[in-house]
């Protein structure tokens, strides 16, 4: 069984064949979708460092073939797989899913599919926001037009809360759920109840969080925050949302969700690769991302 994978190296992009699987996680599965976004955007463009090659791809669906610990009950069964588990952000600091076959730590499995569609692989995305809403209160800010920040926008404004978007860059996006959407500070209101960080863009983060009031900031961990330039004497509440964070979901809210996701849909393109080599014309991603479909 030999393993194919589109890894990204100094600032390279190369589809490798391995002899063999290599074996670095617990669990061992087979690609069957695979999202590529902002993350892979990141790496690409040169504004997410990384310091060792590093397969692509953030998210999406596995079919699991080997189990190397006792928790066969995974073996056979589809499960998406999410950005967030336990030993950093995939596709980023350990191998994503741009590869036949993949071996992941169990803490990216995140939920049991019976028959997976190309949009699954959204899911995690899905949850994720679903949890920076749960924390936001109106009216509220939202920096970035990434498929986070877009979600997040739809998400709000099916559960009645008002918000605003600020984006210096992929402003386009937003339009695709007709959200309201400012790209230079100086238009924006100066106070707010709840800011929310989701893009990579550092100056753009940096320019909110210095130049605007608010009492609540929401970070998502997604958007590799490692600086927050507070002014001094500021009283602000901080709240980092990432999976150590996450709680089951009421039905009310997942179907909200689910309502606002279908307007992205049409933004979001399912291609079917045959090869890896088609892959790397599809990288940087363009707008909201692509789901690659392996057959």
């Given at each position: 069984?030999?393993?194919?994978?589109?890894?990204?190296?100094?600032?390279?992009?190369?589809?490798?064949?391995?002899?063999?699987?290599?074996?670095?996680?617990?669990?061992?599965?087979?690609?069957?979708?695979?999202?590529?976004?902002?993350?892979?955007?990141?790496?690409?463009?040169?504004?997410?460092p990384v310091n060792k090659p590093?397969?692509?791809?953030?998210?999406?669906i596995v079919r699991v073939i080997?189990?190397?610990?006792?928790?066969?009950?995974?073996?056979?069964?589809?499960?998406?797989?999410?950005?967030?588990?336990?030993?950093?952000?995939?596709?980023l600091s350990v191998n994503g899913?741009?590869?036949?076959?993949?071996?992941?730590?169990?803490?990216?499995?995140?939920?049991?599919?019976?028959?997976?569609?190309?949009?699954?692989?959204?899911?995690?995305?899905?949850?994720?926001?679903?949890?920076?809403?749960?924390?936001?209160?109106?009216?509220?800010?939202?920096?970035?037009?990434?498929?986070?920040?877009?979600?997040?926008?739809?998400?709000?404004?099916?559960?009645?809360?008002?918000?605003?978007?600020?984006?210096?860059?992929?402003?386009?996006?937003?339009?695709?759920?007709?959200?309201?959407?400012?790209?230079?500070?100086?238009?924006?209101?100066?106070?707010?109840?709840?800011?929310?960080?989701?893009?990579?863009?550092?100056?753009?983060?940096?320019?909110?969080?210095?130049?605007?009031?608010?009492?609540?900031?929401?970070?998502?961990?997604?958007?590799?925050?490692?600086?927050?330039?507070?002014?001094?004497?500021?009283?602000?509440?901080?709240?980092?949302?990432?999976?150590?964070?996450?709680?089951?979901?009421?039905?009310?809210?997942?179907?909200?969700?689910?309502?606002?996701?279908?307007?992205?849909?049409?933004?979001?393109?399912?291609?079917?690769?045959?090869?890896?080599?088609?892959?790397?014309?599809?990288?940087?991603?363009?707008?909201?991302?692509?789901?690659?479909?392996?057959?």
């Amino acid at each position: 069984m030999r393993q194919k994978s589109l890894v990204y190296s100094s600032g390279v992009v190369e589809a490798i064949e391995y002899p063999a699987v290599v074996v670095t996680g617990s669990v061992l599965g087979k690609t069957v979708y695979a999202y590529i976004g902002d993350i892979e955007r990141g790496v690409i463009s040169g504004y997410i460092p990384v310091n060792k090659p590093v397969v692509l791809g953030s998210s999406g669906i596995v079919r699991v073939i080997e189990v190397l610990s006792e928790k066969t009950e995974y073996t056979g069964k589809y499960y998406t797989v999410t950005p967030l588990g336990s030993r950093g952000i995939l596709g980023l600091s350990v191998n994503g899913l741009l590869s036949n076959y993949v071996s992941l730590d169990d803490s990216y499995l995140e939920e049991e599919l019976t028959t997976p569609t190309p949009m699954d692989a959204l899911r995690p995305f899905f949850k994720h926001v679903a949890q920076l809403a749960s924390v936001c209160e109106e009216p509220v800010l939202v920096e970035g037009c990434g498929l986070t920040g877009v979600m997040l926008g739809g998400f709000l404004r099916e559960l009645g809360l008002t918000s605003h978007h600020y984006c210096e860059r992929g402003r386009r996006n937003a339009s695709v759920l007709d959200l309201d959407v400012t790209s230079h500070i100086s238009n924006l209101s100066r106070k707010w109840r709840t800011l929310v960080i989701t893009s990579l863009n550092t100056a753009s983060k940096f320019r909110v969080m210095r130049e605007l009031e608010y009492s609540k900031l929401v970070i998502s961990v997604l958007s590799l925050t490692d600086l927050i330039p507070l002014k001094a004497n500021y009283s602000v509440k901080v709240v980092v949302v990432g999976r150590e964070n996450s709680t089951s979901l009421s039905e009310y809210v997942i179907n909200k969700g689910k309502k606002a996701l279908q307007g992205l849909l049409k933004a979001i393109r399912v291609i079917k690769a045959s090869d890896l080599e088609s892959i790397r014309g599809l990288l940087p991603p363009r707008g909201l991302g692509t789901v690659i479909e392996f057959s």
